[in-house]
């Protein structure tokens, strides 16, 4: 099992450029999560998601920003109109179920120029 | 709203002695915490969470609700236990959804 896949590992974007960030999460799991970790920061999560649903977006920009997990394929976490202020490291996280300890990847780190 | 502190950014000590790395929290409920540890060039992993009262690698962490602390203590650090280690709590009140994690705190284990 490859754990928690996440690509890019790194992406550079300008201004007003839309960033889409993927996660494949490890076989069998079907909860994925996004964080996102600011410089001198801890992770703060943004959204939760099971297969085709938005559990918990609570977390996440009310502009600019959204998730999905479709029935096929990897999580996306897209930023559209990225701003100077979005460069930061994005990490996905998976479980089996919504009580099992999550498994995380090794994040994208966004910079926008 | 669920806020976790760790007041050391950078703790240094020497190999053998005893580490203590701090948490507390605030929380509405009766938390779930998580210590999560980040090895050089690896990637975050979970190191344990007190429902579990488990010992791992020698870390063990007790919950104290009068003073709202998760202390993560080591008795004799080794130079493996050089990492960087976040304490974390559940987003939102009950269940194991997302999580909020402290800033995060370096241990260097000097031998």
């Known amino acids: 099992n490859a754990g928690v896949m996440q690509n890019p590992r790194h992406l550079v974007r300008r201004r007003g450029q839309e960033a889409r960030l993927r996660c494949s999460p490890m076989?069998?799991?079907?909860?994925v999560y996004w964080y996102r970790q600011l410089p001198e920061e801890g992770l703060k999560f943004m959204v939760y998601?099971?297969?085709?649903?938005?559990?918990?977006e609570s977390g996440m920009p009310k502009e600019r920003f959204s998730a999905e997990f479709p029935k096929e394929g990897p999580s996306i976490l897209r930023i559209q109109q990225v701003v100077r202020g979005d460069s930061a490291a994005y990490f996905c996280?998976?479980?089996?179920?919504?009580?099992?300890?999550?498994?995380f990847g090794p994040g994208t780190r966004l910079l926008v120029l | 709203a669920q806020r976790v502190t760790q007041p050391e950014k950078l703790l240094s000590v020497f190999k053998g002695a005893p580490v203590e790395l701090k948490c507390n929290y605030s929380?509405?409920?009766?938390?779930?915490l998580f210590w999560y540890v980040q090895y050089s060039r690896q990637r975050l992993q979970l190191l344990l969470r007190?429902?579990s009262r488990e010992s791992i690698k020698g870390f063990t962490a007790d919950l104290n609700k009068g003073e709202t602390s998760f202390h993560l203590k080591k008795p004799f650090a080794q130079e493996e236990d050089s990492a960087m280690y976040y304490c974390?709590?559940?987003?939102?009140?009950?269940?194991?959804?997302?999580?909020?994690f402290g800033k995060g705190t370096h241990l260097i284990i000097q031998p």
């Open positions: 996280a998976s479980s089996p179920n919504q009580e099992e300890t999550q498994y």
């Open positions: 076989k069998g799991h079907s909860h």
């Open positions: 998601l099971q297969k085709e649903n938005i559990i918990d």
């Open positions: 929380y509405s409920g009766s938390p779930e």
């Open positions: 007190h429902i």
């Open positions: 974390a709590l559940p987003y939102s009140g009950g269940g194991a959804d997302g999580l909020t």
